[in-house]
């Protein structure tokens, strides 16, 4: 029995052996596919085909196309490096007793590796939402058409190309196979191996060229969902091809005594590499491409505070008794979602309450809460609303002109350029660091060319400076957007007010424009950005003194710490000539009603366990937790603040849909999701329909 067992151990042994000499030249496709499944079926990953069922079949057809190059660039790859080290026979001249299993390992892996390829594909468009099961269906059609094509393409190709034995045969073997004295170098290799590599290679320059140029238009074109797909064949055959020329002239060898010892030649490790690289690279921070964006403008002088809230109080409309309701939002981080439910409840309540401009006070943001925020506000200051992105109504639902012309400006593909950027100028900079631009900026790019395609003026957010936004006679409520400083943990806000000249206001905090370079602006879309930068989709922004910027969640989620601190601010200032509403805008369909701010706080509920690897996660587990805690704590606080005082608290939130999937949390949202907001934002699902009654009864000062 014991004998049999350490056979079968030895035997295993023998075959992982065999098995790693077969991958080891070919591991670049193989890492490649492992490290594509990990990011498309992760969580976060799975959000970039969420759109793809409702994109028409143009997006379809680029996902397809993008999914066969990636299938075939890993088959291809491997294959002609498996060549190069064990020649056109497939190692049929080595003598020793397991020669016939590593020719089979040489023959079905690369054809393996484009099945892994296609299946990845095929799960990450099944779990893409409804629809998608034709997309899948057309995924596993083609992937089986082409396996076929890779299993039997000798044959096919011999019927093709005629009859005659000796012809097809000259012809194979001058085109398809080799032909060269020595198959371990690249200028022996078949022509049509040849064409294959240059016409690849020059397709990485094009496209790294293109997204360098203009990643918003690369990522439009192809959608979020092909984006990967065409950025990991790329990456493969770049990969790939730096293994070739490590290989050249030094292929490893299997030897032919019966012990299966190796005699090498090889060059050198190409992924350890460009790893060392990588990381030498981190360590120069003038290297560094993810500075925060700046416009060669005068910095605009930002606003003291006394002065927002006297401009406030002068134009505010008085409710009876001669108050002025003082309104103040939180907006919670989450993303595209938060920014598209923030916009549409802001929106909402604009388009059913004319007088809520003058008296919305200020917005305190957070992630894609700001972006939606700084979209909001944006509206209120524009001249008027072009027709484009105010005919929103969609049967019984009608929709006003500021929601529909929010959602128009947010309806976007944002997240294709961002991982074209990434995929392609921003890793290709972290190995050659030659100035190309990162994925922030491409980004930010695609909100400010989001305007244009909703019917607005090219240079809203393109041409004009964050602080300019104030610039006209108009009142326009101040904007707090909150990001997180790297070093030190403290809040960084990005405003109109000048946050740091109130220090008994604002309390332990970066003015974000003491951070920057003093003779400079940022545009709209950068301001929204340092407090939506969650990593890893978006990078740390770097700062003038060298510090980072990162999302404004790892802070707070809610934006309720400044929001408390801004109406404080407000009631020392004109006493009892105020009434203070709070609205609070959540996004998070996981968080139960019975978490968020309540009158009478009960009792706290118990987490659900969460044991596997507690001993190494547990304190990872709780500094995120405690994220989630505080901003939860600071809403309580913010809505006892305002109630003790005679305010009124009012909150929007997004539930549970047993029968829809929830709303993503990335750059990009499905038109189900979109739906659902609108929804929800008028039903009794979530209360949302009876909040919204009772907010407008106050703003009206009916109660």
Not at 296 to 322: K, N
Not at 356 to 374: H, K, M, N, Y
Request: with cysteine.
């Amino acid at each position: 029995m014991m004998k049999r067992i350490l056979r079968n151990l030895a035997e295993a042994w023998a075959w992982l052996r065999d098995l790693e000499a077969v991958l080891g030249p070919c591991r670049f496709s193989v890492v490649v596919v492992i490290g594509g499944a990990a990011l498309l079926l992760s969580p976060q990953g799975l959000e970039l085909t969420v759109r793809l069922p409702t994109e028409g079949w143009g997006k379809a057809f680029w996902f397809n196309f993008c999914v066969f190059l990636w299938a075939f660039q890993s088959w291809y790859w491997a294959r002609v490096i498996l060549y190069m080290t064990f020649g056109p026979d497939r190692g049929a001249k080595l003598a020793h007793p397991r020669a016939s299993r590593i020719r089979r390992f040489i023959e079905w892996t690369p054809r393996y590796i484009a099945v892994a390829s296609y299946l990845v594909a095929i799960v990450a468009s099944l779990l893409a939402g409804a629809g998608a099961w034709k997309i899948s269906l057309a995924l596993l059609v083609e992937g089986a058409l082409f396996v076929g094509g890779l299993v039997w393409r000798q044959e096919i190709t011999e019927r093709l190309m005629g009859k005659a034995a000796k012809v097809t045969g000259s012809l194979k073997h001058r085109v398809f196979i080799e032909r060269g004295p020595d198959h371990s170098k690249l200028k022996c290799l078949p022509r049509l191996a040849k064409a294959i590599m240059g016409t690849t290679l020059l397709a990485v320059v094009g496209l790294t060229g293109w997204v360098w140029v203009d990643a918003v238009g690369f990522g439009w074109t192809f959608g979020a969902a092909a984006v990967p797909f065409l950025g990991f064949s790329m990456i493969a055959a770049g990969g790939s091809f730096l293994v070739l020329l490590a290989r050249e002239g030094g292929a490893r060898h299997l030897a032919a005594e019966a012990d299966h010892k190796t005699t090498t030649k090889r060059g050198y490790p190409v992924v350890t590499t460009l790893l060392i690289v990588a990381i030498i690279f981190s360590f120069c921070p003038w290297l560094d491409n993810h500075k925060v964006r700046t416009v060669p403008i005068s910095t605009l002088a930002g606003t003291p505070l006394e002065h927002v809230l006297d401009r406030w109080y002068a134009q505010a409309p008085r409710a009876p008794g001669g108050r002025a309701n003082f309104v103040v939002v939180a907006s919670a981080g989450g993303g595209l979602r938060a920014a598209y439910w923030t916009a549409t409840v802001l929106g909402n309540i604009q388009d059913g309450s004319e007088d809520f401009r003058r008296q919305l006070a200020g917005i305190s943001g957070v992630s894609g809460g700001s972006l939606g925020a700084v979209t909001f506000v944006t509206l209120l200051g524009q001249p008027s609303l072009p027709g484009s992105a105010s005919n929103c109504d969609r049967g019984a639902m009608k929709i006003g002109a500021y929601e529909c012309a929010g959602q128009a400006v947010l309806s976007r593909d944002f997240l294709g350029p961002t991982v074209a950027a990434l995929l392609f100028t921003d890793l290709i900079h972290r190995l050659l660091p030659l100035g190309f631009p990162d994925r922030a900026k491409a980004l930010e790019q695609s909100w400010e060319r989001a305007w244009p395609r909703a019917g607005f003026p090219e240079g809203v957010w393109r041409d004009g400076s964050f602080r300019g936004l104030w610039s006209g006679d108009r009142f326009l409520p101040a904007l707090l957007l909150n990001g997180t400083h790297v070093e030190s943990g403290k809040r960084v806000i990005t405003s109109n007010v000048t946050v740091t000249a109130s220090p008994r206001v604002f309390r332990n905090v970066y003015d974000f424009y003491d951070l920057a370079p003093p003779d400079s602006e940022i545009r709209p879309s950068t301001a929204a950005h340092n407090s939506a930068r969650f990593t890893y989709v978006s990078p740390a922004g770097t700062l003038d003194d060298r510090t980072h910027l990162v999302d404004g969640g790892y802070f707070e989620n809610f934006g309720a710490v400044t929001a408390r601190e801004f109406l404080w601010a407000a009631i020392n200032r004109f006493s009892g000539g105020i009434r203070g509403i709070v609205v609070l805008v959540s996004n998070d369909p996981e968080l139960p009603e019975d978490e968020l701010p309540s009158p009478s706080p009960g009792r706290t509920t118990g987490a659900p366990s969460q044991s596997w690897a507690g001993e190494v996660l547990s304190p990872l587990r709780a500094l995120l937790k405690t994220r989630d805690a505080r901003g939860l704590l600071a809403a309580s606080e913010l809505r006892q603040s305002v109630e003790e005082l005679g305010g009124r608290y009012f909150q929007f939130r997004l539930c549970k849909d047993p029968n829809r999937p929830d709303p993503a949390l990335g750059w990009v949202l499905s038109g189900d999701a979109e739906i659902l907001m609108r929804e929800q934002l008028r039903s009794s699902a979530c209360g949302n329909d009876k909040q919204m009654q009772l907010l407008r009864d106050a703003l009206a000062g009916r109660s």
